[in-house]
């Protein structure tokens, strides 16, 4: 099985290339390196956890509306958290 990083990395790839399943518009992607970049400027990476920190419980609604709660996912493994701000 591939490790979580090389997972992570070839999604990037994937989705960086606009190509299916996700399409994204070259507008899109440019403005996410755009926030990504705003972001590690503003200084805020240094208070994000780092690798092996422990995140706190949460819950939220995922994208049917149906609450969803990190210890439920964590049961199923590895757990990544992806933000975006905005619409495509």
């Not at 422990?54 to 939220?60: C, K, M, N, V, Y």
């Not at 709660?69 to 495509?88: C, D, E, K, Y």
């Given at each position: 099985m591939a490790s979580l990083q090389s997972r992570l990395d070839e999604f990037k790839k994937t989705f960086e290339s606009g190509a299916p399943p996700y399409n994204a518009p070259r507008e899109v992607i440019e403005k996410m390196h755009r926030a990504t970049a705003e972001l590690r400027a503003s200084?805020?990476?240094q208070q994000a956890l780092k690798i092996g920190d422990?995140?706190?419980?949460?819950?939220?609604f995922n994208q049917d509306h149906v609450e969803v709660?990190?210890?439920?996912?964590?049961?199923?493994?590895?757990?990544?958290?992806?933000?975006?701000?905005?619409?495509?």
């Open positions: 200084g805020i990476e422990r995140a706190p419980s949460f819950t939220l709660s990190s210890t439920g996912l964590l049961r199923q493994g590895p757990l990544v958290i992806s933000f975006f701000r905005g619409h495509w």
